[in-house]
């Protein structure tokens, strides 16, 4: 059985700074792209950023280039989304998941899913 699971969210400020971190049992990271989603109330869940399995490649979201850095550390099983000068309008339930044939932000193409982590940015 395959689990996802997200840690790291909570509330911060405008301006503040916010690592999500994320494992999964059940499949070899190693194998799989894996990309950080976000749902805010009232709106569809978007793609944030996703690194590749193999060379490191990653995409970001316009809105979140130059603040949020996705990384992965294969050893430890572990990725991660460093966020910094978070915005009020980052708040939403952020979702790490895991896709074995796709590179990308649309999320109908990730086959595991956790079941998220709130981060809210507010003062």
């Known amino acids: 059985q395959v689990q996802v699971v997200e840690s790291g969210g909570g509330l911060v400020q405008p301006g503040g700074s916010l690592r999500l971190s994320c494992t999964a049992s059940?499949?070899?990271?190693?194998?799989?792209?894996m990309g950080w989603f976000r749902q805010a109330p009232g709106k569809e869940r978007e793609g944030v950023s996703c690194?590749?399995?193999?060379?490191?490649?990653?995409y970001e979201l316009d809105s979140v280039k130059g603040r949020f850095t996705i990384s992965r550390d294969n050893a430890k099983k572990m990725v991660y989304l460093q966020m910094s000068s978070l915005k009020a309008e980052d708040t939403a339930v952020y979702y790490c998941?895991?896709?074995?044939?796709?590179?990308?932000?649309?999320?109908?193409?990730?086959?595991?899913w956790g079941q998220g982590t709130q981060v809210t940015v507010s003062s």
């Open positions: 059940g499949i070899n990271l190693d194998y799989y792209t």
């Open positions: 998941a895991a896709s074995s044939r796709y590179l990308g932000l649309d999320a109908g193409l990730y086959e595991f």
């Open positions: 690194i590749s399995s193999g060379d490191g490649t990653t």
